[in-house]
């Protein structure tokens, strides 16, 4: 008889991920980017897509913790792929400051912090005047006043205090209005730096003193741009999105306690940005 074959026992998944391979279909990308691939390449693009958009999502809602180690045999084996398309997606995710890579220990989610959270909110305070200094002179009347019926819309929304609803409204609102500008690589960085701080952004919208904040400001941002005047809606969102060393003092305590104390929040598992 012959000597038994020796099993391998089960995968275990990673520490904090859904049990099972995602096999979600990738969004975002028109067939046609990669018609021109061989048949191999493009299985190899399609896998290393699913794999960032699979794990961006679970940085995005917290299920990878601040500063955990990555580990790429158990991302792979919970994604049912190789170990390339996962290497691909978490040297994808570092190089938009989703992730650190340390030379010979891998891949971690970054740390919560002030100082980089600060920066985070001053990054986008930057980026969100610049594209409305730009949509103030390139926007189309039409695509200002499509701007404006989204927001008259949206105002009875936010009425119902619904911190879930809110967060989608005021994301879906900004990236309409970012997308203005007519500077796609400028919008596609807003992008990136909302999912960043989503989930602080999900803790901070519950406050109803923002609440009130944000239907003024949106309102103001709403007639600065009908206006085309650029220097009111800077002020704006310099108010708007500023974040204090004490705010994020604040938010970064609460959002330890909520992660690490099992403080219930299941509405802060929303879509991502």
Same mark, same amino acid.
């Given at each position: 008889?012959?000597?038994?074959?020796? =099993?391998?026992?089960?995968?275990?998944?990673?520490? %904090? *991920? @859904?049990?099972? @391979?995602?096999?979600?279909? @990738?969004?975002? &990308?028109?067939? %046609?980017?990669?018609?021109?691939?061989?048949?191999?390449?493009?299985? +190899?693009a399609d896998s290393a897509?699913?794999? /960032? &958009?699979?794990?961006?999502?679970?940085?995005?809602?917290?299920?990878?913790?601040?500063?955990e180690r990555l580990n790429?045999?158990?991302?792979?084996?919970?994604?049912?792929? #190789?170990? =390339?398309?996962?290497?691909?997606?978490?040297?994808? *995710? +570092?190089?938009? %400051?989703?992730? !650190?890579?340390?030379?010979?220990?891998?891949?971690?989610?970054? #740390? *919560?912090?002030? =100082?980089?959270?600060?920066?985070?909110?001053? =990054?986008?305070? $930057?980026?969100?005047?610049?594209?409305?200094?730009?949509?103030?002179?390139?926007? #189309?009347?039409?695509?200002?006043?499509?701007?404006?019926?989204?927001?008259?819309?949206?105002?009875?929304? /936010?009425?119902?205090?619904?911190?879930?609803?809110?967060?989608? *409204?005021?994301?879906?609102?900004?990236?309409?209005?970012?997308?203005?500008?007519?500077?796609?690589?400028?919008?596609?960085?807003?992008?990136?730096?909302?999912?960043?701080?989503?989930?602080?952004?999900? $803790?901070?919208?519950?406050? !109803?003193? $923002?609440?009130?904040?944000?239907?003024?400001?949106?309102?103001?941002?709403?007639?600065?741009?009908? +206006?085309?005047?650029?220097?009111?809606?800077?002020?704006?969102?310099?108010?708007?999105?500023?974040?204090?060393?004490?705010? +994020?003092?604040?938010?970064?305590?609460?959002?330890?306690?909520?992660? /690490?104390?099992? !403080?219930?929040? @299941?509405?802060?598992?929303?879509?991502?940005a």
């Open positions: 008889m012959g000597a038994k074959r020796k =099993t391998r026992p089960a995968a275990r998944p990673a520490k %904090g *991920l @859904p049990n099972g @391979p995602a096999r979600e279909a @990738p969004k975002g &990308r028109a067939k %046609g980017q990669r018609q021109g691939l061989p048949k191999g390449r493009r299985r +190899a897509d699913r794999a /960032y &958009r699979a794990i961006r999502q679970w940085i995005i809602e917290f299920k990878l913790r601040p500063e790429e045999l158990h991302l792979a084996r919970t994604l049912a792929l #190789s170990r =390339t398309p996962v290497r691909e997606a978490l040297n994808r *995710l +570092a190089s938009e %400051g989703f992730l !650190v890579f340390a030379p010979n220990r891998g891949f971690f989610c970054r #740390s *919560l912090d002030i =100082t980089d959270l600060i920066g985070v909110y001053e =990054t986008r305070s $930057i980026l969100e005047r610049g594209a409305f200094e730009l949509a103030c002179k390139r926007a #189309s009347d039409a695509g200002i006043a499509a701007l404006t019926r989204f927001w008259a819309g949206a105002q009875r929304h /936010y009425r119902r205090r619904d911190p879930d609803e809110m967060l989608n *409204l005021d994301e879906a609102f900004h990236r309409q209005l970012a997308e203005l500008c007519g500077n796609r690589e400028l919008v596609r960085q807003l992008a990136a730096i909302d999912a960043r701080i989503r989930f602080v952004r999900r $803790i901070t919208i519950e406050h !109803v003193p $923002i609440q009130a904040r944000l239907i003024e400001d949106h309102g103001g941002l709403v007639a600065a741009l009908g +206006a085309r005047n650029a220097s009111r809606g800077a002020r704006i969102l310099a108010r708007h999105i500023s974040l204090s060393v004490e705010d +994020a003092r604040a938010l970064l305590k609460e959002v330890l306690f909520r992660l /690490y104390v099992d !403080v219930p929040a @299941p509405a802060a598992r929303g879509q991502a």
